[in-house]
């Protein structure tokens, strides 16, 4: 059977991308590795809409988040946390396990959190250090709105932190313009390689921050760490040189293709995911969707766990499912990484033909027409519904 | 021209865990990535000598020191370093970093720690929290005498941390009976997989002493993440799994061979090099050697840097030259990885004949023939001159 990964991370990887992964190993205190390191750097800030290195750590994203966290923070400062999901209980969880004071600023799973309550939370607490947000909420997938939120951090004293770990890559994400002080990202999403890599950049007042930060309690985490090694090229830590490998030949392809055109790929695919999923009869989960998945919520009286399991058993697509309280409750359809608009046609019709046999209502054939419908609409020049 | 990667991490890798590498990636919250880590697991429980589970994180080998110092040490808490090069002085360093007081217990370049220096320490400190030690110093070449410290420390309330990051693998380490509480080790020495992990086990004294630890302040580093993930075979957090694969690979490997077979294979690698290295009138740095590397002082009046890169150059063979203080001054050369004494006795032909060409008074053929008739002694069922 042919197997399709469609989860929102990790996500499928290019075929070059894996070979490079097998090349035998070389010392990484080389011009060799200063020269790769180079390379990806220009192709991250490339990424990230941002004109500051980014820095690539061996670890995962909740890695980077909390290098963010460890070098802008410190015991018994305040951050302002934004959730709507998982990722951002997760920068709360972080900040705790740090000391870190925590406001929290909540709404319910499926909602973006508003512009008016980060402003409300600034007004009262003048003297928080930083705030921390989601671009995308991959628990639930919900997109924030960073560039409103940068806004009105960029007002104040306090640093903004971002987890772009879902999304920066396929989802419009400008780092420099949106006022992000620390922007996270992780390699198994959007940028098309296996796990193992976190990319963070610091903007001028983040570094401002860290410089100042009266109680920085890290080492591996330490992100001036990382920018005194970049003054000649080499990472502080052994690099983890295989996945850098890997992900300059991931660069190359992102870069030749150019963000805006990734751009209006993605929210293509997802403007027609989304028709099929409506065509199917199901509801969408996200108030306000990313670009870079798409979640629906499971039918009454249809089990979401038995739902996956049959979509992977006998037709090999794996999406995933929900998470903690959303657990059996949603379906969740990756828009990132290396797939295209007929790879979710394809999930579309897997989905279509669990359904019918799950005795869910729905006309054959409504979903994938839905969506082909909208993948001609931008054929004939006409905007995709997102 | 044939490369040849000498350097005592990254080491050579197999090509079957290059291989696997290149596989596709998969959900690792799934039945097939708890198999994964279910059975490297038992592997590295094998190779670490311990009856409790090692943990995978994805970051290099000081990752799994920092876990180690901030899971079971907090800020104002005392713990002795013994400190023989620059990987001591890593301790140092990420405890300082974390607020721990330090205790350093120092010997010059080249010399071990003697066993008589911890033990006073052990007194004149009876608070110390914890002892640092490493296994082998990979700056200097030198062999800690892990089992003397160990047994020191556990007649203590003290906690025993071990980086045994260059040497595990190749030469004895035995966790639990040398009472080593929490044993940090990385992929890209002995284990022959490319950086990006780090191992960590943690004996029950270790969990008594992390789980009253009244000021952990870490999040990614936290070892009880890893203990409560590991109770449903998952890891805490997105697994590095094409590393985790190849690792699979490399770890066959080991267990097939099994480590005393290991152990002495390399010793008579290590063996025969010295020899050779002595017959080519090379001083060698290390008091006590590590089975790991060998290391050597460049002639007076040769450039140690001209020297590695003429071997790279002319020969394709990249060793590592001395860092910091010592650069320039020693040449290292790795007996951890996917080598054999084949490799290493291309390592001395290649050496002597740069050596010649630089002028240095040795007689062609001598260093080869060292070596070689070392390699012939134990074919004779003599034990070899270590």
């Known amino acids: 059977m042919k197997y399709r990964l469609m989860t929102p991370g990790p996500t499928p990887v290019p075929e070059e991308t894996l070979l490079e992964l097998a090349r035998p190993v070389f010392l990484h205190r080389s011009p060799a590795f200063r ?18 290195p980014v820095y690539t750590l061996a670890c995962s994203g909740t890695g980077g988040m909390e290098a963010a966290i460890a070098s802008t923070l410190h015991a018994g400062a305040k951050a302002i946390c934004l959730i709507c999901g998982r990722w951002g209980e997760r920068w709360r969880n972080i900040c705790r396990a740090m000391g870190v004071e925590v406001v929290s600023v ?30 995308c909420e991959t628990s639930t997938g919900v997109k924030n709105d960073i560039a409103a939120f940068g806004k009105l951090v960029a007002a104040t004293p306090a640093v903004f932190l971002v987890d772009a770990i879902s999304g920066l890559g396929c ?28 990319f963070v950049s610091v903007s001028d007042k983040g570094w401002q921050r860290i410089d100042s930060n009266p109680g920085l309690r890290a080492f591996y985490f330490d992100l001036r760490k990382y920018r005194d090694s970049f003054k000649t090229g080499d990472s502080p830590f052994t690099p983890a040189l295989s996945l850098v490998r890997g992900l300059r030949a991931s660069l190359s392809r992102i870069t030749a293709e150019g963000m805006p055109a990734i751009w209006a790929r993605y929210a293509r695919i997802a403007a027609a995911c989304r028709a099929g999923l409506r065509a199917m009869h199901l509801e969408l989960f996200a108030a306000v969707p990313a670009e870079s998945l798409s979640v629906a919520v ?10 996956l399991d049959r979509l992977e058993k006998q037709h090999g697509i794996r999406l995933a499912g929900g998470q903690d309280s959303l657990k059996g409750k949603i379906i969740r359809i990756a828009h990132m990484g ?24 729905l006309e054959p054939g409504a979903g ?4 082909q419908r909208v993948l001609a609409e931008v054929v004939a020049g006409q905007p995709a519904e997102v």
């Open 35 to 52: 020269s790769l390191l180079a390379e990806v750097t220009a192709g991250l800030q490339e990424v990230f809409r941002t004109r500051q």
């Open 171 to 198: 989802m419009e994400c400008h780092t420099d313009d949106w006022h992000i002080d620390v922007c996270v990202t992780g390699s198994q999403k959007a940028l098309m390689v296996p796990p193992g890599l976190a």
């Open 368 to 371: 994938v027409a839905a969506a």
């Open 338 to 361: 290396h797939l295209d608009a007929f790879d979710v046609l394809t999930v579309l019709s897997g989905l279509e033909l669990v359904l019918l046999e799950m005795g869910h209502d």
């Open 106 to 135: 909540t709404v319910p799973y499926g909602q973006a959190v508003a512009p008016e309550q980060l402003a409300l939370a600034l007004k009262q607490h003048p003297d928080a250090v930083a705030v921390c947000a989601t671009l």
């Open 298 to 307: 499971v039918p009454e009286g249809i089990s979401g766990s038995v739902l």
